[in-house]
Nanobody
Framework: VQLQASGGGLVQVGGSLRLSCVAS????????MGWFRQAPGNEREFVAA????????AYADSVKGRLGISRDNTKNTVYLQLNSLKSEDTAVYYC?????????????????WGQGTQVTVSS
C-alpha cells in the first residue's frame, strides 16, 4: 500500500492544522493506521493510532486532549487534527499502516510509511 501525507504547514502557537493521509494500492480497511513525528535530532515517536474500523484510538500522553485521529474508509484516508499547537509539536509528521488490527505504538510494527509532511509551530 502507498501512503501520501499532506496538510502540514506553518502555524502560530495555539493554532490548528488537519493532516491527511491517502492510501492507494491496497485494501485500506484492512490496516490500522498510525501517525508518528520526528523532530531534528530526535527519534521518530508515536503520536496516535486508530484501528481498522475506527472504533479504537490511542494517543501519546504528550498530545492527549489536543490531537484527534480519525479515518474515512470510503475515501481511503486517515486524518490527524492538531489543535492548541505548541512549539514542541514542530516536526515532520508521518502516517503509517500496520496489519495489527488495533494498531500499535511501536513504529517497528508498521510496514508501510508515507513520505512525511512538515509542521512548524512558531511563537
Amino acid at each position: 500500500v502507498q501512503l501520501q501525507a499532506s496538510g502540514g504547514g506553518l502555524v502560530q502557537v495555539g493554532g490548528s492544522l488537519r493532516l491527511s493521509c491517502v492510501a492507494s494500492g491496497g485494501t485500506f480497511s484492512s490496516y490500522a493506521m498510525g501517525w508518528f513525528r520526528q523532530a531534528p535530532g530526535n527519534e521518530r515517536e508515536f503520536v496516535a493510532a486508530i484501528s481498522w474500523s475506527g472504533g479504537s484510538t490511542a494517543y501519546a500522553d504528550s498530545v492527549k486532549g489536543r490531537l484527534g485521529i480519525s479515518r474515512d474508509n470510503t475515501k481511503n484516508t486517515v486524518y490527524l487534527q492538531l489543535n492548541s499547537l505548541k512549539s514542541e509539536d514542530t516536526a515532520v509528521y508521518y502516517c503509517a499502516a500496520t496489519t495489527l488490527v488495533g494498531g500499535t505504538i511501536n513504529r517497528h510494527e508498521y510496514a508501510y510509511w508515507g513520505q512525511g509532511t512538515q509542521v512548524t509551530v512558531s511563537s
